[in-house]
């Protein structure tokens, strides 16, 4: 299945993506689409659902992050060996995890916007993973059953604030307003037969800047939700973002960085595009 949310900002609906491609209302079946509705009883309830009777909805309307009460936000850095490569940085041993602020989600085609003061602000495609289940202490070889669905992450990144401030961590640079866009849909696990063999790619004003495979991430999803799941416990709803290929602006001699009116457009096969437009700084 393909689930989204659509509307406006914090009034979004339940819907779902037909056969045909269509949007189609699913609240005369669940109110949301959150933390009750990602479990197995609340997906079955959906798969049962006579798709054909569901409303069709008319237009083109706003689609939201597909995914409403996201309590954590996690994210693992340096994921892809050549994305380490060009960041100066070593393979890492082990996964790379920081957060990213749930108050930085947004639609899939939200603009993003630049922080005040902001001249390194960067791009990063990536697979996002959402939780179904409870995961505390789950070993690698079960740790796909308590994924829900996979869905698109850009997971913009302001580098002076991520790697130059005082501090030493990540967070700063990562949870900026609007540096979470997830979408446009949230696609069911069963729908995706390998979710280590999925091209990806984001292209700046129609240049292609990264082109990748999740077959190439250090860490493969089952290890990334196994590993996160011994340091805390991820419950439904909460999102794990893996990682991002080579050809972030970061990288390039000399880098590049997102400036008003640039434009992304971002994918990966199986889950839908993604496109923003950069805006100025708004209080």
């Given at each position: 299945?393909?689930?989204?949310?659509?509307?406006?900002?914090?009034?979004?609906?339940?819907?779902?993506?037909?056969?045909?491609?269509?949007?189609?209302?699913?609240?005369?079946?669940?109110?949301?689409?959150?933390?009750?509705?990602?479990?197995?009883?609340?997906?079955?309830?959906?798969?049962?659902?006579?798709?054909?009777?569901?409303?069709?909805?008319?237009?083109?309307?706003?689609?939201?992050?597909?995914?409403?009460?996201?309590?954590?936000?996690?994210?693992?850095?340096?994921?892809?060996?050549?994305?380490?490569?060009?960041?100066?940085?070593?393979?890492?041993?082990?996964?790379?995890?920081?957060?990213?602020?749930?108050?930085?989600?947004?639609?899939?085609?939200?603009?993003?916007?630049?922080?005040r003061a902001s001249v390194k602000t960067d791009w990063?495609?990536?697979?996002?993973?959402?939780?179904?289940?409870?995961?505390?202490?789950?070993?690698?070889?079960?740790?796909?059953?308590?994924?829900?669905?996979?869905?698109?992450?850009?997971?913009?990144?302001?580098?002076?604030?991520?790697?130059?401030?005082?501090?030493?961590?990540?967070?700063?640079?990562?949870?900026?307003?609007?540096?979470?866009?997830?979408?446009?849909?949230?696609?069911?696990?069963?729908?995706?037969?390998?979710?280590?063999?999925?091209?990806?790619?984001?292209?700046?004003?129609?240049?292609?800047?990264?082109?990748?495979?999740?077959?190439?991430?250090?860490?493969?999803?089952?290890?990334?939700?196994?590993?996160?799941?011994?340091?805390?416990?991820?419950?439904?709803?909460?999102?794990?973002?893996?990682?991002?290929?080579?050809?972030?602006?970061?990288?390039?001699?000399?880098?590049?960085?997102?400036?008003?009116?640039?434009?992304?457009?971002?994918?990966?096969?199986?889950?839908?595009?993604?496109?923003?437009?950069?805006?100025?700084?708004?209080?």
């Open positions: 299945m393909k689930l989204v949310r659509y509307g406006n900002p914090g009034r979004e609906k339940p819907g779902l993506i037909d056969a045909d491609g269509r949007l189609r209302d699913l609240s005369p079946v669940v109110g949301d689409i959150g933390p009750l509705q990602l479990g197995q009883p609340g997906l079955a309830r959906i798969r049962k659902a006579n798709t054909a009777k569901l409303p069709l909805v008319r237009g083109k309307p706003r689609l939201g992050c597909p995914v409403s009460g996201v309590g954590k936000f996690i994210a693992i850095g340096l994921n892809y060996a050549d994305h380490a490569a060009e960041s100066g940085a070593p393979i890492p041993k082990e996964p790379v995890v920081f957060t990213k602020a749930t108050s930085c989600i947004q639609g899939p085609n939200d603009p993003v916007m630049l922080p990063e495609v990536e697979l996002a993973v959402v939780i179904g289940t409870r995961a505390r202490y789950v070993p690698a070889k079960d740790a796909l059953a308590h994924v829900a669905g996979y869905t698109i992450c850009n997971d913009v990144s302001e580098r002076e604030y991520q790697l130059e401030k005082p501090g030493g961590q990540w967070d700063k640079g990562k949870g900026c307003d609007t540096f979470g866009p997830l979408g446009p849909w949230l696609v069911t696990a069963e729908e995706i037969e390998n979710v280590q063999k999925l091209d990806m790619w984001l292209d700046l004003n129609g240049e292609r800047m990264q082109t990748g495979n999740t077959r190439t991430m250090i860490f493969n999803v089952a290890k990334l939700v196994s590993y996160v799941s011994h340091f805390m416990t991820l419950l439904p709803g909460d999102v794990l973002t893996t990682g991002t290929p080579p050809g972030v602006g970061l990288g390039m001699k000399p880098p590049k960085y997102l400036k008003k009116g640039d434009v992304m457009t971002l994918g990966i096969e199986g889950l839908g595009e993604q496109r923003q437009e950069v805006i100025g700084f708004k209080p």
